[in-house]
């Protein structure tokens, strides 16, 4: 079943649904999609983005990147944008499976339903869904013809999410307690409903944003990702060795092989104060050792959302004068058109 999608609306020659494209024990997970009102039979690009959210905030239509919309709808590709599970109330493995999945229900299912056949699979995400994207990506049977990672939090188990003492934006700390008990990590008995979309009203007063300050606070990442209670500390002190095996997906720079990757492109602000630009440069250096055709933009200046906060605005078309790091942006644009040609 098609419902009508907002705010993918308004793009001309375009149609925006919202489609289920997973059924859990708690419900449906959606995702929308962005897609020619007319077609002429040929196969179809698709560029599937995973939002962000820190794996704890967010929905489909959270940060939205009009800028690879706009790049889609003027080009003739679909614009996917799917939902996943999130923490506390899921941890990181559900978040994985659910991205996955809705790469399998892009290749399997969205042609049937669009009644047009798929091309290339071009595959984004931004923050913790380059996470995803990254993952997905290495666990695909079928490849994507490219990843776009935007300022991606692709190290969970680096030094900014296993050492205590700093929030994110350069915010001041707060106390951690009554947070981290009101939000518990998933336990095994854990009988709290899975939760796969949160959109954000009030970033000041969110009680789950308040968790994610929390997280960076005390370096626990690792933790609510696993479910596993001081793993972020092991990490720390015994390095990637403590992370137990049946939890090793969850690190693709350490454990995943990368060697099968296509091209990829790292967008990430130098000065990000949310993601640190090494989460991208210790991935960059990784993927090339693996034989993987890496192209990076580092722009200065570039604040963690950057993209994101430009808003509605279609990068090719307009001056850009008020877009911070423009030019980044229209070339992972061209990393995207060159990919589909190669």
């Known amino acids: ?50 939002h962000g959210g820190f794996l704890v905030v967010g929905d489909r239509y959270a940060f939205l990147p009009y800028w690879l919309v706009y790049a889609c709808t003027s080009r003739g590709w679909i614009f996917v944008t799917p939902d996943y599970r999130l923490m506390p109330e899921s941890t990181a493995h559900d978040a994985i ?3 996955a999945d809705a790469y399998k229900w892009v290749h399997s299912s969205l042609p049937d339903l669009l009644g047009r056949p798929v091309g290339s699979i071009l595959l984004a995400g931004s923050s913790a869904g380059a996470y995803l994207a990254l993952n997905t990506a290495i666990s695909a049977t079928k490849k994507p013809h490219a990843l776009l990672l935007i300022y991606g939090t ?70 609510y990702m696993t479910g596993i209670a001081g793993l972020g500390r092991q990490i720390a002190t015994e390095g990637v060795r403590a992370i137990p095996e049946e939890h090793q997906r969850l690190f693709p720079l350490h454990f995943g092989d990368l060697s099968g990757l296509p091209r990829v492109m790292l967008l990430h602000g130098i000065n990000d104060t949310a993601v640190p630009l090494d989460c991208s440069t210790e991935a960059e ?49 061209g990393f995207l058109e060159q990919s589909i040609a190669s």
């Not at 997973?22 to 690009?45: C, H, L, M, Q, R």
């Not at 722009?299 to 790091?325: C, K, L, M």
């Open 1 to 50: 079943m098609l419902t009508s999608g907002f705010p993918l609306e308004g793009f001309a020659g375009y149609t925006s649904k919202t489609v289920p494209f997973k059924t859990t024990s708690d419900g449906t997970i959606n995702a929308d999609v962005v897609y020619p009102e007319k077609s002429d039979g040929s196969p179809a690009v698709i560029l599937l983005h995973y």
């Open 97 to 99: 499976q659910d991205a």
């Open 154 to 223: 692709l190290n969970p188990a680096g030094p900014r999410y296993t050492t205590p003492g700093m929030n994110i934006f350069g915010r001041p700390l707060v106390e951690t307690g009554a947070i981290l008990e009101a939000w518990p990590m998933k336990a095994q008995d854990d009988e709290r409903k899975s939760v796969s979309a949160y959109p954000v009203v009030n970033p000041a007063t969110d009680p789950r944003l308040a968790l994610v300050a929390a997280l960076h606070i005390d370096a626990l990442f690792p933790d």
């Open 285 to 333: 250096e990784k993927l090339k050792a693996s034989g993987v055709q890496v192209l990076t933009a580092y722009p200065p200046d570039a604040e963690h959302g950057f993209d994101a906060r430009a808003g509605n605005v279609n990068v090719e078309t307009s001056a850009g004068d008020d877009v911070i790091a423009v030019e980044s942006l229209r070339k992972a644009i």
